[in-house]
């Protein structure tokens, strides 16, 4: 039985070397996240790096997925969050009050 070949890829080239590129730098252990600047640790984000800078450089790279359950967490939080601010306001002005009383005092 002959395979019959795939008619499209769905990662170029150019997206293969990069994760290559940055698998290299993961393995030497000179990988660097983001913002933090943090020391890459992970398999799965050392290509997760080398996918996102290949989409960065117009390579063809699939879109990253994302899942409901990730947006449904969001909302949650943000609710549980506006609760907390204003149950703080309400300390918060409670202290301004006190404060300004040993000010005057």
Do not use: D, F, N
């Amino acid at each position: 039985m002959v395979r019959k070949k795939s008619s499209k890829r769905k990662y170029s080239p150019k997206a293969s070397k990069s994760v290559e590129r940055e698998m290299h730098e993961y393995k030497r252990g000179k990988l660097k996240s983001g913002r933090s600047g943090k020391t890459v640790k992970s398999r799965k984000q050392a290509i997760a790096i080398g996918l996102s800078e290949a989409r960065a450089e117009g390579a063809k790279v699939p879109a990253k997925k994302s899942s409901a359950k990730k947006s449904s967490q969001k909302k949650s939080s943000t609710k549980s969050s506006t609760k907390k601010k204003s149950s703080s306001r309400k300390k918060s002005s409670g202290r301004k009050k006190s404060s300004a009383k040993k000010s005057s005092s």
